[in-house]
């Protein structure tokens, strides 16, 4: 269990724009992805 990060490159049929990617998160309680987006938003260091 966990948060995967992954690239969106391969969803594209052309070429892709750098810094894109997805988080996979399905697998956990809402609470933990809470969590995981305010620890995001600090490292960040924006509002959410």
């Known amino acids: 269990m966990g948060v995967a ?10 070429s892709s724009r750098r810094g894109q990617f997805l988080f996979g998160y399905a697998n956990l309680e809402e609470e933990k992805i809470d969590q995981g987006v305010r620890r995001l938003a600090q490292i960040l260091d924006v509002e959410i």
């Open 5 to 14: 990060l992954v690239s969106v490159a391969p969803f594209y049929l052309g």
